[in-house]
């Protein structure tokens, strides 16, 4: 089955510590995104890539880091210099830009 | 930031009557899509309008484009408890896509 998968569902994290989160598409997308949802709001951007080896900053990219050294992977670092990382994180892919997106089930972050 | 706005924010209708939700968007834009998600899940696709369109229909679904007013609508007809749930408009600018702030839907049995 083709679809685009976050792991993990859920997330401790630790003061000071790094996380990252998986996205996986096996849809032969070239776009994908990473997006921050806090509750009861709405998708603020963090980071998309178009292409492999390249991505560019969203909204609010401060703290965060990406990778796009495959085309069907684009994982996200939560760095320790985010300091308020406890949010809802939904990844997305579309074959390109301005098609419909297709989104992951998403990866709920807990600072502890 | 260039997030879209979205009203109303919250909507609550008995079954069976219709639902109106607006969008509005503060860049040009390709095409404007809307986005269903409940509760803790990702967001599923539900209809795409391009810029040089007007007015789209999808089963119960209607959308509206004004590019003029750089505005959307989504209206649901004869709506069902199973609607219940958050909507967002999304627009690309360039190479990225931006979210409204959703409007959360609940239908009444």
């Known amino acids: 089955d083709g679809g685009i998968t976050q792991s993990p569902k859920y997330l401790f994290r630790k003061e000071g510590q790094n996380v990252t989160l998986s996205c996986e598409q096996n849809?032969?997308?070239?776009?994908m995104y990473w997006y921050r949802q806090d509750p009861g709001q709405g998708l603020r951007l963090i980071y998309y890539s178009q292409i492999v080896n390249d991505f560019q900053k969203g909204d609010i990219a401060e703290g965060y880091s990406v990778s796009r050294e495959k085309k069907e992977s684009f994982p996200l670092t939560v760095t320790s210099a985010q300091k308020n990382p406890t949010a809802f994180y939904l990844c997305?892919?579309?074959?390109?830009?301005?098609?419909?997106?297709?989104f992951g089930q998403g990866t709920r972050l807990t600072v502890v | 930031s260039q997030q879209g706005e979205e009203d109303p924010q919250a909507l609550s209708i008995q079954e069976g009557e219709n639902a109106t939700m607006n969008c509005s968007y503060k860049?040009?834009?390709?095409?404007l899509q809307w986005y269903r998600q409940n509760s803790g899940r990702g967001l599923v696709h539900l209809i795409l309008?391009?810029?040089?369109?007007r007015e789209k229909h999808s089963g119960r679904l209607r959308v509206t484009l004004d590019t003029s007013k750089k505005s959307s609508s989504l209206l649901i007809t004869a709506s069902r408890a199973a609607d219940t749930a958050s909507y967002f408009c999304a627009y690309h600018n360039n190479n990225d896509m931006r979210f409204g702030a959703g409007t959360r839907l609940t239908v009444k049995p």
């Open positions: 997305a892919s579309s074959l390109v830009e301005y098609t419909e997106a297709f």
């Open positions: 860049t040009s834009i390709n095409n």
């Open positions: 849809l032969n997308h070239d776009a």
């Open positions: 309008i391009r810029s040089n369109e």
